[in-house]
C-alpha cells in the first residue's frame, strides 16, 4: 500500500485534477495529471462499476494499480498529482500487464525518469 503522503485523500484535490488535469492513456488504464506545488506525487485511484459490479474485483484492481505505482516510485517525477482510471479491458489482467500498461501511460505523460 501506498504511503499517506503518496495518496490523494481530499475531495477537492481528486477534483482539481479532474477539471484541470491532462489526460493520458493506454489499453487498459489511463492517468490525468497535474502539477502541484509539493515536494512529491500524489496518486488517486479510480475503478468504477463499469469494469465490475463485485466490489472484490474492482479492489482487487484497485490494489494491483496501486502496487505498480509503489513499486515504480522512485522513476516517477516529483510535483505532480495523478488520477489512475482503470478502463473496462483491464478485468482479468494479470499484474504484469497491468503495469507494463500503467508504465505507458505514465510514460506518455513525461513523467517517468
Known sequence: MLE????L?????FKR???QGRIFGALFSAVKIKKNNLPCS??????????????VERNKIRRRLQEAI???LSKIKKGVDVAVIAKP?????????????????LDKAGIIK
Open 9 to 13: 485523500t481530499k475531495k477537492k484535490d
Open 89 to 105: 479491458g483491464i478485468k482479468g489482467k494479470q499484474y504484469g500487464e497491468i503495469e507494463e500498461d500503467l508504465i505507458a501511460a
Open 42 to 55: 500524489r496518486f488517486g485511484f479510480v475503478v468504477s462499476l463499469k469494469i465490475s459490479k463485485k466490489a
Open 4 to 7: 499517506k503522503k503518496y495518496r
Open 17 to 19: 485534477v479532474f477539471v
Open 70 to 72: 509503489r513499486l515504480n
